[in-house]
């Protein structure tokens, strides 16, 4: 009698699927491990799957419904608030993508695959107000969509939301992996387009702490929900919070202080101004009691990594 080892679907934006696939490949285990790109890079023989064709959903049900899938992991929802272009719009394909396919491949006779979903902190939102540590339980602070980043963040939150309520609608597991912002990898973040841009500016009377996450913390972390089957919202964070005027320092990039009006005008559109004034950061010690995620590299190594 033939055996057919479980399948891991990773659906996700280029490197990072492909990343998570390498460490769980090298782990061993009798299982299949298939990347679906939702980009147009997709490496040679990888499935590609358009969010915004109405043909996806049907393409993403078929891989679900062909095999004895285990988990379907969505790295697909955006990395910042210009990646891709008009993120909001990019998030809410994903999403409808996803949940149609679940629904489709009920209806081919499937279980769906419970799920994985990496979003953000940046769903807790900023403000004055922001507590000192947002736990996974916190409430999020209501935004405005006044600029790129609460439009954003908005966009990740609903994502979130509507994937979670498959727990309820199709009877299966959701874990939700809230990731800092990245650093020393191909992923962008709010951090790393200041940290790039042409013009980055601090606001005058202001240093809010930052949280940044080596991008090698990240993929561990995934691989370790995904070996657990985590279930959970879950923060995903690095070691260090710093100063936002020593991760500048650290790397080199000289960001003047200007008065509030000046730098809101002038601030690149990843990293508005309320980030340039207030914090979020997310508490990490659930996911280390829950996977055993440890954050290994240094915030040195992190900004080494992406040069």
């Not at 990888?46 to 393409?59: C, I, Q």
Request: net charge neutral; with cysteine.
């Amino acid at each position: 009698m033939s055996h057919h080892p479980h399948t891991i679907v990773l659906l996700g934006r280029g490197a990072l699927a492909r990343d998570v696939a390498r460490q769980l490949a090298a782990q061993g285990g009798d299982r299949r491990v298939l990347t679906i790109s939702t980009t147009a890079d997709a490496a040679p023989g990888e499935p590609f799957v358009d969010p915004s064709d109405v043909g996806s959903s049907r393409a993403l049900a078929e891989h679900l419904a062909s095999g004895n899938i285990q988990m379907l992991v969505v790295l697909a929802l955006s990395e910042s608030p210009v990646t891709p272009s008009q993120p909001w719009l990019h998030d809410r394909a994903v999403t409808d993508m996803v949940v149609s396919a679940i629904g489709r491949c009920s209806e081919l006779g499937s279980k769906p695959p419970p799920l994985i979903v990496l979003s953000s902190t940046a769903v807790y939102g900023v403000a004055a107000a922001s507590p000192l540590l947002f736990h996974e339980r916190s409430a999020c602070i209501a935004v405005s969509e006044r600029s790129a980043c609460e439009r954003w963040a908005q966009g990740l939150r609903a994502a979130e939301e509507e994937l979670r309520s498959l727990q309820e609608s199709h009877r299966i597991r959701v874990g939700v992996l809230r990731a800092a912002p990245t650093l020393g990898g191909p992923l962008d973040s709010t951090l790393e387009a200041l940290l790039r841009s042409r013009f980055p500016v601090r606001v005058l009377g202001y240093d809010p702490p930052v949280q940044p996450l080596a991008y090698e913390d990240l993929v561990q972390a995934v691989v370790l929900a995904i070996e657990q089957g985590s279930a959970e919202v879950l923060n995903i964070v690095g070691r260090s919070v710093v100063p936002l005027s020593r991760l500048l320092a650290m790397a080199g990039v000289y960001a003047p202080p200007l008065p509030g009006a000046v730098a809101d005008r002038i601030a690149p559109a990843a990293m508005d101004g309320a980030r340039l004034r207030w914090r979020t950061v997310a508490d990490g010690r659930r996911a280390m009691q829950a996977l055993g995620y440890r954050p290994e590299r240094s915030l040195e190594e992190a900004l080494r990594a992406r040069r």
